[in-house]
Structure formats: structure tokens, C-alpha cells
């Protein structure tokens, strides 16, 4: 896809939160499909379900803190030809309800959306507790589940309705702090596919959320030096196989960036689809199998490498092999 | 084959139950692993769910308006396909293909390998949450239909159950029935002796719940319990099942070690013998 038709956003244009995104698509679907119900467990604000409950109040449901029963209420809800948002903090959703997740919604195929907010290493000053970084290591294992991870504010929007036209369960997840823009209205967005946003030859930089950004901007920066292909892995399961494949016969060199676990997430999924398929030198940008700790979000994605210059350093690095 | 708007008597719902027991030996046998003590002794509760109390079309077994039964304790499944095999949802033959390589009867139950199962399980306490949600999904839709979900008393242990029992009184889920399979026994003992339950009842109760309890081998007084319960609509309803684990089969009644095994050969021919024995005193009993 040429530049141009990718329509993508201006360096520098307004901030905005991927959850707010997510936020107005949900009002959207809600409109369209009168299956669409949305649960809580007490973060209703936070997650901005608060415009559907107010909107929609006969189709919100506040189980109070207990995502298990959340889990279980919603593939029953599903079962029964609804299709349920359930929403809380990635640590708890899916991290507190995995097992549900697994067999009340995975193998029976309900076809329930599970939203993990405040995902990765951005959630800042709350410390580890909070810091959602292995929420697409466990929910990635899981057969017949879609794992997404919006790039912004736009994406996140046009993931909702994608995946209520999935009929399935899928996982989103997307992280608290306000994000640059990459994409826009015009932008085009397919669920399970990766989408090449800069075009190079020497490295591939994969990234997935707010890291493609980043991505972005590190490609710009080393563009004298390295010519950079970026892309964008939305859908992190299923993998695009075919766009991946085609980018890194050409650059033969490949970095991952992600807000995650280097573990188990999208960096795992590539190097999986690359050892098997076409081994090639990989570098992995991301936390190091160890827990995150209290600082600003700022501050903890520059300690863990998360930033531009970290992406630089990796492409440098893998750019010398 | 169960024919609907037929009301079936209590001796042939009784003599169901004795021919569910007789599947349940003889598929476990074949099998060579599974349950024994919790299947036999919830047969009478699903023979007079499946010929008396559920509303549902064995030949059409996701029609809109059926009962939904939804199945929390998955491992004593065996009782559940014998009860629809005698319903008439499959032949009486398939249920010998259970836990083998490519039957539709699982060793736990899979709701998209076999048609007439809500939902899958097998990890406890899971089942419960499910119900609610399709209890909520029947009210959104105006419909009138009821949501049955089964528990054993062993999965009370898991937090999941006291999420849901909470959330049902909370959210006063009228057309939501549970029945608690009280037999007392889990794998590693007495259930009062690994973890005890009581006042089991009393917690129901006080979370916001209609509870009775029951003799859960009387069919009469089950058939009633569930009436009771459809007509208590503000409230979910829980009806506490006192059930012999094992029931039927002399050597396995209250039983523990019963819970997880099944029975050889000879043991199986014991079995049998007793349980046909049973069948003709059942029909003399209500000749």
C-alpha cells in the first residue's frame, strides 16, 4: 500500500488514549447491534464504559471486583446469542480469569470480547502489581482466541467493530497513557493483518500498541544511515504470516518492539513463525523477564528501553550482524 | 425416547432412572476410567429433569425457548448422556464410545462435540457464573424459560461459587435454579472432614436465595421442589440434593473411593445384578 493510501496522521498531532477509542467504538457497535452488552467489575470510568452504561443501561452489567464470575457470566450471555464486552485491568482480566477464559469461553466458543486495559509497563507509579506484561504470552496460547493490540485512539475504534463481526472470542488489549497518533479516520484497518506503515530494506522493526510510534519515529531517525521497513502487528494472533514473510526476505534483519514481556508475547510469536519459516537474526525490544516497579510511565519505558532510542540502539545492533 | 406433553408417572420415571444407573456401570466399565459414586447418585435427579421437569425437544435440542441445563460439576457427565441417550437425544449405543478417540462424549462435557449441552466443563465452580448469564440473557429477551445449573457440593470449595451466589441474590435472578448435589463425599474424603460446607443452607439464605432441601432419591419431592422454585420469581432458588453417592449399587454407596474410579468387570456384573433386581421391585412397588 503506498503511503499515500495509508493516510496516516502528522508528526506531532494531538494526544489521545487508545481506551478512549476504544471508549467511542463501543457506542458505535452498541448503536449497530442491539446483541452488543457490556460487563464491569468496578472500573467503569476508567475503562470508559461509562458513556454505554448511561446510554445503554438495560445492557450493563456491574458484577462488582470479581472477574471469574464476570468471565463465566459473560460466556453465558454468549452462549445465549449475546455478544459480551467484558472490561478491567489486563493483571486481572485475563490475568485473575485465565482458567474461565480458557473453558467457559475458549472451548465452549462463546463469543465473548475480553478487554484488558492498563496493559504493560506504562501504567506507571501503581508498580508490578499493575503492570499487565505477559497478558499476551497466556491469552496467545489459547486455541480459537484472537489477541489484538491497537496502535491508537483510531485503531481501537475500528477494532471494535471489527471484532463484534468476528464471531469468536477475542482479547484486546491497550494500555492507560495517552498516545501519539499514527492512524486516522481514513486510514484502512483488517483485522489479521499487519500493515507495512513505512517501507525499507536494510531491518524490519515490528511493533504492536503505542510502540509503533515509536517505531516510527526511530526509522526516521536512523533514516541517513538504515533504511527501516515498519510494520504494524495489530493482530498479534493470528499472525500475518504472509506480510511478515514478505517484509524480511527483503531486509533479512528483524527488531520487535513491544510493551510486554520479551517472553512469550509478540516477539515470541515472531521468532516462532521465523525459526520455522526463515531464520534470520532477531532482536527483541521489550521487559526483560523480570517485574516492572513504581515510576513514571515515562520513566519506566525509557529504563526498559521503550522509546525511539532504544528501538535505534536494537536496529543498530542487529543491523552490524 | 422422551414424547413431549406426555406426563410421564413416577414409576416410569423411577424405572429410567434404574435403566440411567445401568448405562452409567455399564459405560464406565468400557470406558475403563471416569466417576462412579456422584453419576449414580444423581440419577433420579436427572430422570426427573429429563421426563418431567425440563421443558425440551430431544430432537431439537437448540430450540429457542428449551429449559436450559447447565451441567457445573462436568466430571459426573456419565449420568447426563445416559439420561439423554434414555431421552432420546442419541442411541443408547454411542454411550459406549465415552472418553474414546472421537466420540462426542467427552470424559468432561464439550458443548460444540455434542448437541443438547449448554456449555463445557470441568474445572469446578465455573458453571454457576454461566447460568446467570443465560438467566439474564432469557430476561433481556422477554422470555420465559428456565435456567437449571447443577453444582456438586465439593465444588462449593472453589471462590468462583460464592462470586456467583452472590452476584444472583444481588442481581434477585428469579428464573435461576441451582441444584446442589449433596452427597457429602469429595476425592480426598468427607466433605466436612477436607472442608466443611455447613451450614450450607444458611449461607444460601443469607446471600439472598430460596433454599429447600430434599431427599434427593425422591422423586416426588424433587418434581415439587423445582415447581417451588419456577414459582419463586424474585429470588434465584437453590434446591440442596441429599443424594447417596453411589445409589443403586450396594458396595459403592457413601462410599469416597468411589468418586473417582470405575468398576472392573466383575464388579460391574454386581452391579447390574443388583440394579435389575431393583427394576422389579421398582415395578412391584408401584403395581
Known sequence: MTKAALHLAPVGAELKGIRDGFGQGLLEVAALDPRVVVLSADLTESIRLEGFAKTYPDRFIELGVAEQNMAGVAAGLALSGKVPFIASYAVFNPGRNWDQLRVSICYSQANVKVIGAHAGISVGPDGATHQALEDIAITRVLPDLLVVAPTDYEEARKVVHAIVAHEGPVYVRFGREKTHQVTTEKTPFALGKAQVLRAGKAVTVIACGAQVYDALQAAEKLKKNHSIEVVSVSTIKPLDAETLLKSVRKTGRVVVVEEHQVTGGLGGAVCELLSQKLPVPVRLVGVPDTFGESGAASELLEKFHLTPQGIMAAVEEVACL | ?287
Request: glycine share 10%.
Open chain 2, 1 to 287: 425416547m422422551y414424547q413431549e406433553g406426555h406426563t410421564y408417572s413416577l414409576e416410569a420415571i423411577a424405572l429410567r432412572a434404574n435403566s440411567i444407573r445401568e448405562h452409567i456401570v455399564t459405560m464406565l466399565e468400557e470406558a475403563g476410567s471416569g466417576h462412579s459414586a456422584g453419576p449414580l447418585g444423581m440419577a433420579d435427579a436427572y430422570a426427573a429433569l429429563y421426563f418431567r421437569i425440563l421443558s425440551h425437544k430431544p430432537t431439537h435440542p437448540t430450540w429457542e425457548d428449551r429449559d436450559r441445563l447447565v451441567l457445573s460439576c462436568g466430571h459426573t457427565v456419565p449420568v447426563r448422556y445416559a439420561a439423554m441417550a434414555e431421552a432420546g437425544y442419541f442411541s443408547r449405543n454411542e454411550l459406549l464410545t465415552l472418553r474414546k478417540l472421537g466420540t462426542r462424549l467427552h470424559g468432561h462435557p464439550h458443548n460444540r462435540a455434542l448437541p443438547g449441552l449448554e456449555t463445557s466443563s470441568g474445572p469446578l465452580g465455573q458453571g454457576l457464573s454461566q447460568a446467570c448469564g443465560m438467566a439474564i440473557a432469557a430476561t433481556m429477551d422477554g422470555k420465559s424459560h428456565t435456567t437449571y445449573c447443577i453444582t456438586s457440593d465439593g465444588e462449593h470449595q472453589e471462590g468462583q461459587i460464592w462470586e456467583a451466589v452472590l452476584f444472583a441474590g444481588a442481581k434477585k435472578l428469579g428464573n435461576l435454579v441451582n441444584l446442589i448435589d449433596r452427597n457429602y463425599i469429595q476425592i480426598d474424603g468427607p466433605t466436612e472432614q477436607v472442608m466443611p460446607l455447613e451450614p450450607l443452607a444458611e449461607k444460601y439464605r443469607a446471600f439472598g436465595w430460596h433454599v429447600v432441601e430434599i431427599d434427593g432419591h425422591n422423586l416426588q419431592a424433587i418434581i415439587d421442589a423445582c415447581n417451588d422454585a419456577k414459582a419463586v420469581v424474585d429470588r434465584p432458588s437453590c434446591i440442596i440434593l441429599h443424594t447417596i453417592p453411589g445409589k443403586g449399587v450396594s458396595y459403592m454407596e457413601y462410599d469416597f473411593r468411589w468418586h473417582g474410579k470405575p468398576p472392573t468387570h466383575e464388579e460391574a456384573d454386581t452391579a447390574l445384578k443388583q440394579l435389575r433386581s431393583m427394576g422389579e421391585r421398582i415395578m412391584t412397588e408401584y403395581d
